[in-house]
């Protein structure tokens, strides 16, 4: 991922997210992420997981108490200030694909795992949080933003 590329598909989240905002490149992937602090703890992503694997989205987790103890069962251990980003990446390494049936919520998000050379977007059963994207036949761009997606040069 060209690192002035992913700044121009970035540009258009900024209105969106004036609390912070960050990038993230592996190899041919880039994520990017604007904050919009709607809780306490939010922090600008993307976010990374202990294993490597790296997200970034609009996500809200309801439910947690029963994710958490899925989680537990499954082996996961988690602090008990976990973000919900955090919960997501949990989820992901306990159930692959499948967690997204698990989870509440209001999300849409890209998680990008290297060890496994995967990507999984997704966004909530409603669709309340948008989540756009093009395949460009060996490129793929997706955003909770329409505009992200357009910035693209071959979209």
Known sequence: MDEALLARLAAPLAPNGPD????HRD??????????????NA???PHGSSR???????????AQRELRDALAAA??????????????LAAW???GESAVVRL???FSFALWDPAQCALLCARDAFGVRPLYYADLGGVFVCSNVLAAVRAHPAV
């Not at 082996?75 to 997501?88: F, I, N, R």
């Open 75 to 88: 082996g996961a251990v988690l602090p008990g200030d976990a973000t919900d980003e955090a919960l997501v």
């Open 52 to 62: 490597g694997s790296w997200i970034a989205g609009d996500i809200r987790i309801d």
């Open 43 to 45: 922090i600008a992503g």
């Open 93 to 95: 390494h306990a159930w």
């Open 104 to 106: 509440r919520g209001d």
């Open 20 to 23: 912070g905002s960050g990038t």
């Open 27 to 40: 190899g041919p992937v880039g994520l990017a992420h604007a904050l919009l602090a709607a809780r306490e």
